[in-house]
Structures are given as C-alpha cells and as structure tokens.
C-alpha cells in the first residue's frame, strides 16, 4: 500500500514537472529603480507599487532624477456598455472595459517601452431586480481587471530589453 502511494506520488511530481508548470517567482527587471510618475490616489498605482515592491528586484524612488527608468501613466479609463437587452427592454448583459496606456523612459527621453495601451474586458449578466448586487459584482469585476492589467504590465516590462 506503502509503496503504491510512493508511486503515485511520483508519478503525479514527474507529470507535474514534464509539462512545464512552475510558480511565477518574481520578475527580474532590466533596471535597479523606477519612479511612478502617478497620482497619489491611484488605485492602479497602488496596486502597482505593491506588486513591484513583493513581485520584482526594483526599488521604488520617490525622486525622478534618482530613477533609472521612469513609469507614466497616460490614461486609465474604465467603460461599461450594454451588450445585449431582453423583449421588454431591459439590460440583461453588460460589457466592462478598462484601458491603461503607459509608458516607460530613462528620464532622457529615450523610451524603455514606448506608449503601450493595455487593455481587458469582460462580459457580465445584469439583474436589474437586483441593482446593489449587480453594482458590487461590477466593483469586484474591476477590481479583478485592475490586477490583470498590472500582471500584463509587469510581464512586458520583464521583458524589455534595454
């Protein structure tokens, strides 16, 4: 029985391994500080700053001229549109958009990663018998697009090849 749950055991960390799967482990980034040229009340800054902070071997500067790369936000904006009605009118499905344009430079003007827009979506059914439910589930919904645009964000910025 022993021996059986061994096997399995291995069986199970050898096929585990042999398909490539690995925690994320943190991101190396081809500077040693950064500035984050946002504003102070920044949801998406926020996030940013504490997944760069746990995530990544860079040090968050308070001063531009003491970074060796500078993050800007350009726009982030948040959309929602409706997607689809029922017989009487009403809103059944609804769409949410959130888009971030950033840009990173060495603070001489020469681009790390030109203006880039980041974007996510998602499809939501709506209850309008429901509205307090529907808006806390569109919160959270955004809340979840916010972390998977910061994730798009540090992924390309691992990436950039200075």
Not at 53 to 75: F, M, P, S, Y
């Amino acid at each position: 029985m022993r021996r059986r749950a061994l096997l399995l055991g291995s069986a199970c960390a050898l096929g585990l391994s042999a398909c490539g799967f690995r925690l994320r482990g943190s991101a190396t980034l081809p500077f040693d500080t950064l500035y984050l040229a946002l504003p102070a009340n920044s949801s998406f800054g926020a996030e940013l700053a504490r997944n760069l902070r746990a995530g990544t071997n860079v040090k968050l500067v308070d001063k531009r001229d003491e970074a060796q790369a500078i993050l800007e936000v350009g726009a982030d904006t948040r959309d929602r549109e409706v997607v689809s009605v029922n017989a009487q009118g009403q809103v059944r499905e609804v769409r949410l958009r959130q888009t971030v344009t950033v840009r990173v430079t060495d603070g001489k003007g020469r681009d790390f990663l030109p203006s880039t827009t980041l974007f996510t979506r998602r499809d939501v059914s709506y209850d309008e018998r429901q509205v307090l439910a529907s808006q806390a589930e569109e919160a959270l919904i955004y809340r979840d697009m916010q972390t998977d645009l910061v994730q798009q964000l540090l992924r390309r910025l691992s990436a950039l090849q200075p």
